[in-house]
């Protein structure tokens, strides 16, 4: 048997090899450059084959990537309209610029909308026909052996005293036992393999669809909102209770799911020793919630990427912090404040701060009504000497320090106020006798008295509070299932190669039967040849080289051209 070869078919000598090698792929085929016709409709068509080519698609893709740099770098009105207004304040000229770009609301900005829907278009625009095509392929047959199988990229040839026929039955049984779509063509058998390359393709593209599709309805009818609770405190998911709240463009209140919670007990643990001293090893809240207004209750525990599920809605543990207990008297000893305040970790130890208010009931000794503000530093592990950061996260050796204010906190002026931060501009500080400010360390159960029969400040102990988000995401599902289609599909398209084989058998002028394979594939690869030859050599055991068939089969021809790794 002579060698598996490879060369270059001549398609001028034999327009046969360039209907054999029809149809190995379903993309589309280039038109000759040139201008299109005058006309609408020729440049109406014109336009919609660059739209609907590979080349444009993975332009659009390329830009829609871009476009979401900024999205992610610049501050986002309906995410952080603060720092939105911030920016705007700090940068003269690039606030207004950014604003007339859309750069503040990429993703719903008219730029970014029309790369979306090019790109959707694009991709309907190429999978369709070619699904179409591709369905037309599964339905038909290979097509039959070229006239001269040895222009082929893949040839192989030898005599043998076996029957055409019996040759080509072999052949065809072969072909279907190596999962090749075969069937007999004249005096040959033609095969076809890997059609899962342009399924793979097709998967693809329909998943980048799915995908686009299960984002943008994902933006649409989004909901995220975060609620800070205190232990023994509940939440009822309704668009009041939370502490900040943002959506879609189109969500609307009715598709919040109707649940409520309770927060028991939070519980944290840290690493004691080592190089990873102080780092979390658990959070976990306590929960008592029920679904709808009659549900009963029932009891879970949230953890960190562990969120309780209702519904579509997710409640996720994101945040954790301490809550000094405050009870503040008036100059007679009545209780005019008595309420744990949430302070904001400042850093991984817990370190917090905040600021507690008193807002009513409260009279100085002198009996005029006024407010009372306390700027609050909190250690969870103070470690005397260091009076600016807690050495340890966990409530070891709790300490709270206090700055006391008194005056006009600004809250009944109609502007907004954070309740961690202190308006100082109308509040005079408590001093001393010495005009010294009064400032003390508290420990619980230790009371601050403040100047001039004031008052006093009792620290009576601390609680802790845990942060939840509420999220809702519609399509995150198929938006998770069309990205594994599109690894797959990718993965599919790239490795599996579309190739078909003839197997030829006829007669020869001296009555001797004549074995032609022949293979193509899509691009130049070694497995086609590889592949006729490992063929070859199961179909050659069956029907052998006739005795005075010339050459030693070990012998290669001079004249060929050996594919690598194809030897037979």
Not at 18 to 43: H, K, M
Not at 481 to 499: C, E, K, P, W, Y
């Amino acid at each position: 048997m002579s060698n598996t070869t490879s060369s270059t078919p001549a398609t001028s000598d034999d327009q046969e090899l360039g209907a054999a090698g029809s149809q190995l792929s379903t993309a589309p085929q280039e038109d000759a450059p040139g201008l299109p016709s005058l006309g609408v409709i020729g440049w109406a068509r014109w336009f919609w084959r660059q739209l609907t080519s590979m080349r444009v698609a993975l332009l659009l893709l390329f830009l829609l990537s871009l476009g979401a740099i900024p999205g992610s770098l610049i501050p986002q009105s309906g995410t952080d309209d603060t720092k939105v207004a911030d920016f705007m304040q700090r940068h003269s000229f690039l606030g207004p610029l950014y604003d007339k770009l859309g750069l503040f609301n990429v993703y719903s900005s008219v730029w970014f909308s029309a790369i979306y829907i090019l790109l959707f278009i694009s991709l309907i625009g190429c999978i369709v026909p070619r699904t179409w095509q591709f369905v037309g392929q599964l339905r038909g047959r290979p097509p039959g052996a070229p006239r001269r199988l040895n222009r082929l990229p893949a040839y192989t040839t030898w005599r043998t005293e076996a029957e055409p026929e019996q040759v080509r039955e072999a052949a065809l049984v072969l072909l279907k036992k190596r999962r090749f779509r075969a069937h007999p063509a004249g005096d040959a058998v033609a095969a076809e393999k890997g059609y899962l390359r342009e399924v793979g393709n097709l998967a693809f593209h329909i998943a980048l669809i799915v995908m686009l599709i299960s984002f943008a309805w994902g933006q649409l009818y989004k909901s995220e909102g975060n609620k800070l609770i205190l232990e023994g405190d509940g939440f009822s998911n309704t668009l009041t209770q939370y502490d900040d709240f943002k959506s879609g463009t189109l969500f609307d209140t009715a598709d919040l799911d109707p649940f409520s919670f309770t927060l028991d007990d939070f519980k944290g643990t840290y690493e004691p020793t080592g190089p990873n001293r102080g780092t979390p090893r658990t959070y976990e809240a306590d929960l008592d919630y029920s679904v709808g207004a009659y549900g009963k209750d029932k009891k879970t525990t949230i953890k960190v990427n562990e969120p309780l599920v209702v519904g579509d809605s997710k409640v996720y543990l994101t945040a954790h912090g301490y809550a000094p207990v405050i009870t503040v008297r008036d100059g007679k000893g009545d209780i005019v404040y008595s309420q744990p305040v949430a302070l904001l970790p400042l850093d991984s130890n817990v370190t917090s701060s905040g600021a507690i208010k008193v807002m009513d009931g409260y009279r100085n000794a002198k009996g005029v009504e006024e407010q009372l503000g306390f700027q609050a530093f909190f250690l969870p592990t103070y470690v005397p000497g260091n009076e600016i950061a807690s050495q340890f996260p966990a409530l070891d050796n709790p300490v709270l320090n206090l700055i006391g204010y008194h005056g006009d906190l600004g809250v009944n002026a109609g502007i907004p106020q954070s309740v961690y931060q202190l308006d100082k501009s109308h509040m005079k500080v408590f001093k001393d006798a010495k005009g010294k400010e009064v400032r003390e360390n508290l420990k619980p159960g230790e009371t601050m008295k403040l100047p001039n029969g004031a008052g006093s400040v009792t620290y009576e102990g601390t609680q802790e509070w845990a942060n939840f988000q509420v999220t809702r995401q519609p399509a995150s599902g198929w938006a998770l299932t069309g990205a594994t289609v599109a690894v797959f599909g990718l993965a599919g398209s790239l490795f599996i190669q579309r190739r078909r084989v003839w197997v030829r058998a006829v007669k020869g002028p001296d009555g001797v039967t004549v074995v032609e394979m022949g293979g193509l594939g899509r691009s130049e690869s070694a497995k086609v040849p590889e592949e006729l030859g490992d063929l070859a050599g199961i179909l050659y055991d069956q029907a052998p080289a006739a005795p005075d068939a010339g050459p030693d089969p070990e012998t290669p021809d001079p004249t060929a051209v050996p594919a690598e790794g194809a030897e037979k």
